[in-house]
């Protein structure tokens, strides 16, 4: 656990670092929704503001006066327990609140924690507040990534800023990192903040085996489109290769083939395609097919894990060859905040690592991303194994 002065300035720092992402966009930026999959900026900065006044000052405070009373219903987002709520697909629609309002929201329940905070410092307040940061600090991924789909979904392909780099290139040389056989330990074991998916502390017995070093990069990723990837059925998934023909999937989300030369859209708007640059959204189905093709496989979760610090990581979320499946003696939390990860057990893939969109002190070696295996607005990218 984080004393409490310290997380009472991360929560402040948080609550900023959400409205800096937003600072480039224009207002009628705030609520497009193209896909289900993307919600509207306006959306986040509102559900995460609730989340705080639902699960810390309405049962909390005394006397607290709730913003307003309809906004639970607007800005909850799957919690069952908590009780109705707009369709997921209907963010997009949502014209009111306005964008104005929603900041004052924001500034209301801003105030009202640091207030509450002031003589409110028990564990369960505490603990309450820690997993609301790193709940804001999600939605602060999920709020550039949004962003970048719902901008690089505009015909006219904006910038969208300057100074955030989301094609860094590894400069390493590429090399296989050997791990022998044994019992390794998964899973969390510290003191510091986790989620719960991350617990039940375990022995996995791993056969020997070999890691990259280094991520697949674009160029590598063009030979395979080259090779005719996308039209060799024999190294897709019989599901993904349904979806492949389904969507004429033909490239990575966001690339461009112009006049025979690729680019992609990125922060700085279309850009030629960096060669050296690890590649990145591309889906489960995409990562395995690459790996057939080259005549490896990608790694399980707990490969990735026991083989983790040999290699630098942080730069693209990567798909593993697991399924997301609770830990050994998995506990769910009591009441809504049980519904944070446990429902979500089937029919995903883990991802480890992290990203260039995953904000600073919510990276962790025993943290499990997880997303349906079309997926690929993330920035999810692939690490070979043999």
């Known amino acids: 656990m984080i004393l409490t002065d310290s997380l009472l300035d991360l929560f402040l720092e948080t609550r900023k670092h959400s409205e800096d992402i937003c600072q480039p966009l224009e207002i009628e930026d705030y609520v497009v929704q193209p896909v289900v999959d993307v919600s509207p900026p306006k959306w986040h900065l509102g559900h995460t503001t609730w989340f705080f006044e639902e699960f810390i000052l309405k049962p909390h405070a005394t006397n607290y006066t709730l913003f307003d009373?309809?906004?639970?219903?607007?800005?909850?987002?799957?919690?069952?327990?908590?009780?109705?709520?707009?369709?997921?697909?209907?963010?997009?629609?949502?014209?009111?609140p306005s964008v104005k309002k929603v900041y004052e929201y924001r500034n209301y329940v801003t105030a009202g924690i640091k207030k509450f905070f002031e003589t409110n410092r028990t564990d369960e307040i505490n603990s309450l507040l820690e997993i609301g940061i790193?709940?804001?600090?999600?939605?602060?991924?999920?709020?550039?990534?949004?962003?970048?789909?719902?901008?690089?979904?505009?015909?006219l392909l904006p910038v969208?800023?300057?100074?955030?780099?989301?094609?860094?290139?590894?400069?390493?040389?590429?090399?296989?990192?050997?791990?022998?056989?044994?019992?390794?330990?998964?899973?969390?074991?510290?003191?510091?903040?986790?989620?719960?998916?991350?617990?039940?502390?375990?022995?996995?017995?791993?056969?020997?085996?070999?890691?990259?070093?280094?991520?697949?990069?674009?160029?590598?990723?063009i030979?395979?489109?080259?090779?005719?990837?996308?039209?060799?059925?024999?190294?897709?998934?019989?599901?993904?290769?349904?979806?492949?023909?389904?969507?004429?999937?033909?490239?990575?989300?966001?690339?461009?083939?112009?006049?025979?030369?690729?680019?992609?859209?990125?922060?700085?708007?279309?850009?030629?395609?960096?060669?050296?640059?690890?590649?990145?959204?591309?889906?489960y189905f995409e990562a395995f097919a690459y790996a057939q093709w080259k005549g490896y496989r990608i790694p399980t979760e707990f490969e990735w894990e026991a083989a983790q610090s040999f290699f630098p990581w942080g730069k693209r979320w990567e798909w593993t060859e697991s399924a997301y499946l609770p830990y050994p003696n998995y506990e769910k939390a009591d009441g809504a905040l049980g519904e944070y990860n446990g429902k979500f057990m089937v029919s995903q893939k883990v991802l480890r690592g992290s990203s260039v969109a995953t904000p600073k002190k919510h990276t962790r070696h025993t943290y499990r991303n997880f997303f349906h295996p079309q997926l690929r607005w993330q920035f999810t990218g692939l690490r070979l194994a043999k």
Do not use: M
Not at 82 to 95: A, H, I, T
């Open 69 to 96: 009373e309809d906004f639970s219903f607007v800005f909850n987002s799957y919690y069952e327990t908590v009780g109705k709520r707009v369709v997921r697909s209907d963010r997009g629609n949502l014209s009111r």
């Open 160 to 221: 969208y800023s300057n100074t955030f780099n989301d094609h860094p290139i590894e400069t390493h040389q590429q090399d296989w990192i050997t791990i022998e056989d044994g019992l390794y330990e998964i899973g969390h074991n510290s003191d510091d903040f986790c989620y719960d998916n991350e617990l039940g502390r375990h022995k996995v017995y791993l056969p020997a085996f070999e890691i990259s070093n280094k991520l697949v990069t674009n160029g590598e990723y």
């Open 134 to 155: 790193h709940h804001e600090k999600q939605h602060q991924e999920l709020l550039l990534t949004d962003i970048k789909y719902i901008l690089g979904n505009n015909p």
């Open 223 to 283: 030979e395979f489109i080259k090779a005719g990837g996308y039209q060799r059925f024999d190294i897709w998934h019989a599901e993904g290769w349904d979806w492949v023909n389904q969507n004429n999937v033909a490239s990575p989300l966001y690339w461009h083939n112009i006049e025979g030369e690729w680019h992609n859209y990125t922060a700085q708007g279309l850009q030629t395609i960096k060669n050296e640059a690890p590649l990145t959204h591309i889906s």
